[in-house]
């Protein structure tokens, strides 16, 4: 009967998993190890960013006049050379017709000069003539030329001023709330009318310290610092823009008050599917807002990588166990670069090739014997496992 029990003991030991079957026993605790590996992996850094219109104009009213009409509707997008406001116009026709009539009149006298001085010259040779109304006649005429050109420059600042009753948009994009109303008088002096924001493409700017612009300027040396990172957003409810975006300029020199560069980013600001440049409120990067940048490489580069469940941290920092060759964990110092959720990319303290623990993690002292093999499922992974670092 002791044959049989004992039998029945060792048949459900055997069938146990390895971290089990080391808590009945007394050798070596059972572990789960990987291997260090160079993985490709794409860098990121983050910044945050804020919106800013390519161009923006203020329309100011460019002669004093009443406003009568008002061709747009508020918040909705305009195109280049659309007519926005239209001011009083009678004052102004009524001030070219009389620049007109002005220029008219002059050109007569003009023409009246022109011809006593041709008359004079041909009497000049003549017993009638005389060399004096040549001289009067010439006098005559290039005044009357010198009064026309005065009357047409006249007549053209009334036909710029006319042309002011009209307020096009200099530029295409969104157009703010009017800030005046039919009715009122506006001048030069009245301030803003309404402002016009550029929608597509945008700009995203966003404060770089010194020490990591020349980390950025490190890490891309040789393949063009602005083309080889490409810039993405989060917006602010979490969500990831879908455009990709590209550095286009750096600030040429640092804030003194914070010792940060200005990096510029371009990128696009499309209407959603299905919208109309009429709705209202329809792009998702809007001038003035916050966003989260994200700054990352055009190409993967090789790192040295682990499961970042292998990473523990202490007072002194991070740290991992290493199996070396007698199948002893050795605790080694580790310095983390940039990682994923799931994986912990290694800048020092540790090989290429060596055996890091991954699971097991709990019954591991350092310098004691282990015994390493592959990593369990994680459905079998032993409870109060030390948590990774996030």
């Known amino acids: 009967m002791p044959c049989r029990v004992l039998f029945l003991v060792a048949t459900l030991l055997l069938a146990m998993p390895l971290p089990a079957r080391a808590q ?11 291997e260090a ?15 800013q219109a390519i161009e923006k104009v203020d329309l100011i009213a460019r ?16 195109q280049k050379g659309d007519l926005l406001y239209v001011l009083e116009q009678g004052p102004f026709e009524a001030d070219v017709a009389a620049k007109q009539a002005a220029v008219a009149q002059i050109q007569a006298l003009l023409r009246n000069a022109t011809i006593t001085l041709n008359r004079a010259q041909a009497l000049l040779n003549t017993p009638a003539g005389q060399r004096s ?11 009357q030329a010198a009064q026309l050109l005065s009357a047409q420059a006249q007549l053209r600042a009334s036909q710029i001023s006319l042309a002011y009753t009209e307020i096009r948009a200099p530029i295409s994009g969104r157009i703010s709330r009017t800030n005046v109303t039919v009715g009122n008088v506006v001048s030069p002096s009245s301030g803003v009318l309404a402002t016009i924001y550029s929608q597509d493409p945008i700009y995203v700017l966003f404060p770089v310290s010194v020490r990591t612009a020349l980390e950025l300027r490190r890490r891309y040396a040789g393949q063009g610092p602005l083309e080889a990172i490409k810039v993405k957003l989060r917006l ?12 286009d300029y750096v600030d040429p020199s640092v804030a003194t008050n914070t010792d940060t560069l200005m990096l510029r ?12 440049p009429t709705d209202r409120g329809d792009r998702l990067l809007v001038d003035g807002e916050f966003v989260t940048v994200i700054l990352q490489g055009a190409e993967p580069v090789m790192a040295l990588g682990i499961p970042r469940s292998a990473i523990l941290t202490d007072q ?14 050795q605790q080694r110092r580790v310095k983390l670069g940039q990682s994923t ?3 912990a990319v290694i800048l020092s303290g540790l090989h290429e090739g060596e055996q890091v623990i991954v699971d097991g993690l709990q019954r591991v002292r350092p310098g004691a014997a282990v015994n390493p093999g592959p990593p369990p499922s994680a459905a079998a992974k032993p409870p109060g496992a030390p948590s990774a670092k996030n």
Do not use: W
Request: net charge negative; proline share 7%.
């Open 133 to 143: 109304a040549v001289d009067d006649a010439q006098a005559q005429q290039s005044s």
């Open 341 to 343: 959720p799931g994986t």
């Open 236 to 247: 602010e409810d979490g969500t990831m823009y879908g455009a990709t975006g590209q550095l």
């Open 24 to 34: 009945f026993g007394g050798g070596p605790p059972a572990v789960g190890v990987t």
């Open 265 to 276: 980013a371009r990128i696009a600001n499309p209407l959603p599917p299905g919208r109309k």
């Open 37 to 51: 590996k160079l993985l490709p992996m794409t860098e990121t850094s983050e910044f945050v960013g804020r919106v």
């Open 63 to 78: 002669v004093t006049a009443y406003l009568e009409e008002i061709h747009f509707t508020e918040g909705t997008e305009v």
């Open 316 to 329: 002194q920092g991070n740290y991992v166990y290493v199996v070396d060759a007698e199948k002893h964990a």
